[in-house]
C-alpha cells in the first residue's frame, strides 16, 4: 500500500513538473513527494490541482514561487524569485540562508508572520518586507502562502509566491513624505508637528528633563522682499534660512514650515527655561546673516515667540496658541526680538479682540467722532489749517485712545471702512461750516497705507468732495514713511491722482522711521510734518544736534518748496524756538488740544477775521 501510494505521489510529482515546465515545479514535486506519505490520495489530489492553478497564475503574473518544508527547514526558491534579487543561480539551502538576507528591522514580524500561519491563527501567510539584492540594495517583496496540513493539522509544507513591490513601496514613501514635509523647504510642516508636539508633550509628561519649549519664528517684513524683489527671490530665501534655522536644531527637536514665512521649532527636554534663551539667540543671529539670492543681496531680522511646557500651558493647542501670543508681542515691538510668553499677554489679547469686536460696530452706533486741532502760522498766529482726529467713545462710554484701536483697524482690515466714514465726516463737517457762514481753514486727514493699496480709494473721495460741491482745496491727505516699505504702483498712483485734482499731499511724522530725501522726490508733497519727538527739546539751551537736525529739516523743505508743520508744541519757549528757526506752522496743546467740532467751531472759526488764536499758556 506505501508502494502505491509513493508511486501516485511521484506521478502527481511528474504532471506538476510537466505542467510548470520548470526547475521550481520539479523542486516542488520533490516536496510533495516528501510529504506523500503522511497525506491521503484525496489530499494529493487537491494539492496537484491548487499548485497547478497557481504555478499558471504566478507564471503570468511574473512573480516568484517558493515552498519551505517547516520540519526540515528545506527551502526552495525559483528562478524568478532570484532574479528580482539580481541572483544568477540559488544559494539559499535552508531558512537560515534567507532570513540572512531579510532586513534585521523586518526578521521579527517576518518570523512573527509565519509562526502564526504555522499555529492556523491566520487563513493564509502574508507579509510585506525588504530583502536584500545582489548589490547590496535593499528591495521590498511581498510574500504569500498557504500551509499544507496533514490529518493532525500539521503544516507540513508551505508555498507561495513573491511579488517585487519596490516601486510601490517608494511611491508611498514618497506621498507619506509629502504629507508630512513641506515642498518648498523640505522641513516638517503642521501635520508632523502635531504628532512630535504631543509626543514631546508625553515624554516630559513621565520623566526628566520634564519641559517642552515651542517656538514660533516670524521673518519680519518678509512680504516687502516679495513685493519689491518677486516671489522667485522670496522662495530662495526662505529655503536658506530653513537651511540656517535647522542647523540650530538639535537631532531630538523639530522644525517646522507653517507656511509663508513662519516656522516652529519644538525643543524637547527642556531642563530649564534658561536653556532656551541661547538657542533663541542663536536663532535670531542665524536670520540676520546677510544672505545673496541670485543678484540680491538681502538682509532680514525675524521675531520669535516662546511658550513653555509646562509652566505656561499643558496641552498642545494652548501651548502654540501662547507661542503666538508672545510672537503678537515681538511683532509689536519692532521684530528682531524674541518674547517669552507671560500671562499678561492675554491679557493684551483679549483686549485686542474686544477692541476688533467693538470697532465692527462702532460705525453703525454712531461711537466715532471727529475732533479738530488747529494749526497755527507761526508769524502770524492766524489760522491756516488743522488735523481730524478719530475718536471712539465704545458702547460703555469709555473712550479708547487712539494707539490702542488705529493698529487693530489696521491689522484687521477695518480701517477700510473707517477710513471711507472720516473722509465724508470730514467733509460733511466742511459743508456744514461753510453753510452758517463760517470759513473752515484746509482739514488734514491721516490715510494709511492699507487704504491706498485698495483701488478706487483716489475716486472714493473725489466723488465725496463733488457729492457735497466742495472744491478740492479744502482737503490735505497725510500719509506716513509707510506707504515707502510698501511700493505698490497703486498706492502711489492713488495719491499723485488726489495731487493733480487739487488735493494737497503731507509727509506726517518725518524723521521716526526710515526717512529717506528720496522719498520727497518720489511724490510733489506740500506739506512736511516735523514729529514732536524732535519739538520736545528745541528750547533746551544744551540740545545742538537738535537744533541742527531742524534747521537742516527746514532748510530741505525750502529747496522742495514745502511747508514746514511743527507737532507737538507745548510750551511758549518751543514756540519761540520755533520762531528763531523759520518754521512756517505749528499745531499742539499750547494753543489747544483736538475739539469736537461743535467746539473748534466755536472756539477757531467764530473768531473776527483780525483775531488769533491765543495760546493757552500750558499743555491740557
Not at 100 to 117: F, I, S
Not at 144 to 171: C, F, H, P, Q, Y
Not at 386 to 411: K, M, Q, S
Not at 511 to 528: E, H, N, Q
Amino acid at each position: 500500500m506505501r508502494l502505491l501510494v509513493v508511486g501516485l505521489g511521484a506521478a502527481a510529482c511528474l504532471a506538476v513538473g510537466a505542467q510548470w515546465a520548470s526547475d521550481v515545479a520539479f523542486m516542488a514535486g520533490l516536496a510533495l513527494l516528501a510529504v506523500t506519505l503522511m497525506l491521503g490520495w484525496q489530499e494529493l489530489r487537491r494539492l496537484h490541482e491548487i499548485y497547478r492553478a497557481h504555478g499558471l497564475a504566478m507564471r503570468g503574473a511574473h512573480d516568484g514561487l517558493w515552498s519551505w518544508d517547516p520540519v526540515s527547514k528545506r527551502l526552495w526558491v525559483g528562478d524568478r524569485l532570484l532574479a528580482i534579487l539580481g541572483y544568477s543561480s540559488n544559494f539559499l539551502d535552508d531558512t537560515h540562508g534567507w532570513l540572512d538576507l531579510v532586513h534585521p528591522d523586518d526578521r521579527a514580524g517576518y518570523n512573527q508572520a509565519v509562526a502564526r500561519h504555522l499555529k492556523g491563527e491566520t487563513p493564509f501567510f502574508y507579509f510585506e518586507y525588504r530583502v536584500r539584492a545582489r548589490d547590496s540594495s535593499y528591495r521590498w517583496i511581498a510574500s504569500r502562502g498557504e500551509a499544507v496540513r496533514n490529518r493532525r493539522g500539521r503544516a507540513v509544507l508551505m508555498a507561495g509566491s513573491v511579488s517585487d513591490i519596490t516601486k510601490r513601496k517608494e511611491t508611498e514613501a514618497r506621498i507619506h513624505y509629502l504629507a508630512y514635509h513641506d515642498q518648498l523647504t523640505g522641513l516638517a510642516n503642521r501635520a508632523l508637528l502635531a504628532d512630535r508636539l504631543d509626543l514631546a508633550i508625553a515624554q516630559a509628561s513621565r520623566g526628566k528633563p520634564a519641559g517642552v519649549a515651542v517656538l514660533f519664528i516670524d521673518i519680519d517684513r518678509f512680504k516687502d522682499v516679495n513685493d519689491v524683489h518677486g516671489h522667485a527671490t522670496g522662495d530662495v530665501l526662505l529655503v536658506e534660512l530653513a537651511r540656517r534655522l535647522h542647523g540650530c536644531v538639535r537631532e531630538s527637536d523639530t522644525l517646522v514650515r507653517q507656511g509663508g514665512d513662519e516656522f516652529i521649532m519644538v525643543m524637547s527636554a527642556v531642563d530649564a527655561p534658561t536653556t532656551v534663551a541661547p538657542v533663541v539667540a542663536k536663532l535670531l543671529e542665524a536670520v540676520r546673516q546677510p544672505l545673496t539670492a541670485g543678484e540680491v543681496e538681502l538682509c532680514v531680522s525675524a521675531s520669535i515667540g516662546v511658550s513653555l511646557f509646562p509652566d505656561d500651558a499643558a496641552d498642545a493647542q494652548t501651548l502654540l496658541r501662547n507661542a503666538d501670543t508672545a510672537l503678537y508681542d515681538a511683532k509689536r515691538s519692532g521684530g528682531n526680538v524674541a518674547r517669552f510668553y507671560t500671562r499678561e499677554m492675554n491679557d493684551a489679547v483679549c483686549q485686542r479682540v474686544a477692541i476688533e469686536s467693538g470697532l465692527r460696530q462702532a460705525i453703525a452706533r454712531e461711537e466715532l467722532s471727529l475732533h479738530f486741532q488747529p494749526q497755527l502760522s507761526i508769524a502770524t498766529g492766524a489760522l491756516v489749517g488743522c488735523e481730524a482726529l478719530l475718536r471712539w467713545r465704545d458702547g460703555e462710554g469709555h473712550c479708547v485712545p487712539p494707539d490702542r484701536f488705529i493698529p487693530v483697524a489696521e491689522a484687521s482690515g477695518q480701517i477700510l471702512p473707517i477710513g471711507e466714514w472720516v473722509v465724508g465726516r470730514a467733509l460733511d463737517h466742511i459743508a456744514a461750516w461753510r453753510a452758517e457762514g463760517l470759513a473752515p481753514p484746509r482739514v488734514a486727514i491721516n490715510v494709511s497705507a492699507r487704504q491706498l493699496v485698495q483701488p478706487g480709494f483716489a475716486a472714493m473721495v473725489l466723488a465725496a468732495l463733488a457729492q457735497r460741491a466742495l472744491p478740492a482745496e479744502v482737503l490735505e491727505v497725510e500719509v506716513t514713511e509707510s506707504i515707502f516699505l510698501h511700493p505698490e504702483a497703486a498706492a502711489l498712483g492713488e495719491l499723485r491722482l488726489l495731487h493733480r485734482r487739487g488735493i494737497r499731499l503731507a509727509l506726517d511724522d518725518f524723521g521716526t522711521g526710515y526717512s529717506s530725501l528720496s522719498y520727497l522726490g518720489v511724490l510733489p508733497f506740500d506739506t512736511l510734518k516735523i514729529d514732536r519727538s524732535f519739538v520736545a527739546n528745541v528750547d533746551a539751551p544744551d540740545d545742538a544736534r537738535g537744533d541742527a537736525i531742524l534747521k537742516a529739516t527746514i532748510a530741505m523743505s525750502r529747496a522742495f518748496d514745502m511747508q514746514v508743520v511743527a507737532e507737538g508744541v507745548e510750551r511758549p519757549s518751543q514756540l519761540a524756538a520755533l520762531q528763531t528757526l523759520s518754521c512756517d506752522v505749528c499745531q499742539g496743546y499750547l494753543f489747544s488740544p483736538p475739539l469736537a467740532a461743535e467746539a473748534f467751531a466755536d472756539r477757531c472759526l467764530a473768531i473776527k477775521p483780525t483775531q488769533n488764536i491765543a495760546p493757552t499758556g500750558e499743555p491740557q
